[in-house]
């Protein structure tokens, strides 16, 4: 059973420390209440130094990035580790293999027109002659080779409308691909559309890429919370995260809800309580801020939430990033110490191990990938001029 994560006293076992001082307390009641108030300090402070990514093994600079980039994500391919980025202005995108510190484009030849503007989370790397690319306009998937030779492009049912998310990418998984689905006829601008469209909607679709049988069977995966569908609040939600663990199990996490969602090919087997110790409370747009783009802009910046949801194979644990809140108006110059986030460390039967908490100014979660020789992660760069791309390996 999962505790409420602000409890942390309570989490996995009884603390020796606890055990002592109340054996102490029985022998000396006259100290009783002093000895409670420092029991509950020791108990619950080793939380507070909480330290699972202890160490820094090594720092990566890739400096010859003389442009202006999106940084992308880590990948696995033929059995290298590779980063992916992209040039902002051209959307070439190219690819920094670890081994050998080697950089160079993705595609050794540009590839069709139509596809040329994706970007990085729009495509998905089986292997360097099978790429795919994700097309909202078409509402396909294209397989490329690395030499941007098309061998086919597969249109998905007009029924599902599929989107890949900056914080959700199209992601090539034991067979299928996983992308987010939207709905072209239901609108979230008004309270009662986004009811029905909680309701209706499958936010997650696997399309199976496993079998030569065609049209592609595509199912629709997933729920929104039932705090969402029943009450119809916008929190700018729409496409949870996922990740897939050893099991094939897909998990679903969504912003401003505290559980993670457990499914079995389409079913919902389980929901889980994992909830950050740094989240008090999480509010919905106000209907009549809906369409003010100042407001908009500030409640993503500001308001707290529950980001990308990793697995780690190599340990069999899960990593939910938190985003903290923060207050522009109680600080008008930029204050590095409260731009918090946090990494909660889940085990395989979803106790939670502990809480993180990083400066935003010094690492940020945009790249974040559990491998088997450590955590790697993006490390804050605040020079505009700066284009080295730095990355930090961390001891888990």
Request: glycine fraction near 2%.
């Amino acid at each position: 059973m999962i505790t409420d994560s602000k409890n942390l006293c309570n989490r996995n076992h009884v603390n020796p420390w606890f055990r002592l001082f109340i054996y102490i307390t029985i022998r000396m009641k006259k100290y009783f209440f002093g000895l409670i108030i420092f029991t509950i300090i020791i108990s619950c402070e080793r939380n507070e130094s909480f330290n699972y990514f202890a160490k820094s093994l090594k720092e990566i600079n890739i400096s010859d990035t003389n442009i202006n980039v999106f940084i992308g994500n880590i990948v696995v391919a033929d059995s290298s580790l590779y980063l992916l980025y992209q040039d902002i202005e051209s959307k070439t995108l190219y690819k920094y293999r670890f081994e050998d510190q080697t950089i160079s484009p993705l595609f050794k030849r540009p590839v069709n027109s139509v596809f040329k503007d994706a970007y990085f989370y729009e495509v998905s790397i089986k292997a360097f002659d099978s790429i795919f690319i994700l097309s909202t306009d078409r509402n396909s998937i294209t397989l490329v080779n690395d030499s941007g030779v098309l061998i086919n492009e597969y249109y998905i049912s007009p029924d599902f409308t599929i989107i890949s998310k900056y914080d959700n990418p199209m992601e090539y998984i034991n067979g299928y691909i996983h992308v987010c689905n939207s709905s072209k006829t239901i609108g979230v601008a008004e309270k009662e559309d986004r009811i029905k469209y909680y309701k209706a909607i499958n936010p997650e679709l696997k399309i199976d890429f496993s079998h030569k049988t065609f049209p592609l069977i595509v199912n629709p995966v997933g729920q929104f919370p039932e705090s969402y569908s029943e009450t119809g609040d916008n929190y700018y939600d729409f496409f949870p995260t996922r990740c897939i663990n050893s099991k094939g199990q897909l998990l679903l996490s969504f912003n401003a809800d505290h559980n993670i969602y457990i499914f079995e090919g389409e079913e919902l087997v389980a929901k889980k309580l994992c909830k950050s110790e740094y989240i008090k409370s999480m509010n919905p747009i106000p209907e009549d801020r809906m369409f003010d783009m100042a407001y908009l802009k500030k409640y993503q910046f500001e308001e707290p939430k529950y980001d990308r949801l990793y697995y780690d194979k190599y340990r069999d644990n899960y990593y939910r990033i938190v985003k903290h809140r923060y207050k522009i108006d109680n600080n008008p110059e930029f204050d590095c110490e409260n731009h918090t986030w946090s990494i909660i460390v889940i085990d395989a039967d979803f106790n939670i191990i502990g809480e993180q908490k990083f400066k935003n100014c010094e690492y940020n979660y945009q790249v974040f990938f559990p491998a088997k020789e450590g955590l790697y992660l993006l490390q804050s760069n605040s020079d505009p001029q700066d284009k080295t791309i730095k990355l930090v390996l961390l001891e888990i």
